[in-house]
């Protein structure tokens, strides 16, 4: 993953807006991704997973994309509500391993 | 929820005295991990276990031991605690099938060591 210091890179949103949040991964290999969220002093909690044999996936609010031309997913949270407010990373996983290699996540905040 | 319970929740303790986290699940699940998550590095994992007395080290190993005598309990230990091993460790384990391999997370141990 990239390296940003010790800063997440941070998404500000009004709530009620849309928020698209970004990964990049560097394994080609790479076959199966999943989004985590987490709020302040809690444990990372699963969100959404896509295989790489489809390129969007949609839940509840929200959409995850893959791109694997450019090994890039991208969360799309639809009509962001304050509870949103977290930090969301990415994880990938190829060829059966048992070991994701997670990023680094983006902290999303809404703003009433 | 996946049923997995951490302990303690919170530690302090000091430098060169050892430590022991528990991590304790219900659902029988085969792979459990350990990470430690700081700013600027996000989740590293430490050690993870693919059965009983199965284990393997992850990337930041060294300074911790894991056990895990039951299918259920995974303990990580560090021997003689340093300052630099102050950090959140989060306990992971492997729900598996249909094609998915999620990993759901226990609330965490926040650890200091002064």
């Known amino acids: 993953g990239e390296s940003v210091g010790l800063h997440l890179p941070t998404l500000s949103v009004q709530e009620g807006d849309n928020s698209i949040i970004n990964c990049a991964y560097s394994?080609?290999?790479?076959?199966?991704f999943i989004w985590y969220k987490q709020e302040s002093g809690k444990g990372p909690q699963f969100i959404i997973d896509?295989?790489?044999?489809?390129d969007k996936r949609q839940g509840q609010r929200v959409t995850v994309l893959l791109n694997k031309t450019v090994k890039h997913l991208s969360l799309q949270i639809a009509a962001t509500q304050p509870g949103d407010s977290a930090v969301y990373f990415c994880a990938d996983l190829s060829g059966g391993s048992y070991i994701p290699t997670f990023g680094r996540g983006t902290s999303l905040i809404v703003h009433p | 929820d996946a049923g997995i319970t951490q302990s303690p929740r919170h530690k302090v303790t000091e430098t060169g005295t050892p430590v022991t986290l528990r991590c304790h699940q219900t659902e029988n699940h085969r792979y459990m991990y350990w990470y430690r998550q700081d700013p600027g590095h996000g989740l590293r994992l430490i050690h993870y276990?693919?059965?009983?007395?199965?284990?393997d080290k992850g990337e930041v190993s060294d300074g911790y031991s894991v056990s895990r005598s039951k299918t259920e309990d995974f303990l990580l230990t560090l021997e003689s605690a340093t300052s630099s091993q102050t950090s959140v460790y989060f306990c992971?384990?492997?729900?598996?099938?249909?094609?998915?391999?999620?990993?759901?997370f226990g609330a965490g141990t926040r650890l200091s060591v002064l």
């Open positions: 276990s693919y059965g009983v007395k199965d284990t």
């Open positions: 896509i295989r790489s044999n489809m």
């Open positions: 394994n080609s290999a790479s076959d199966y």
């Open positions: 992971a384990i492997s729900r598996t099938g249909d094609g998915k391999n999620i990993q759901y």
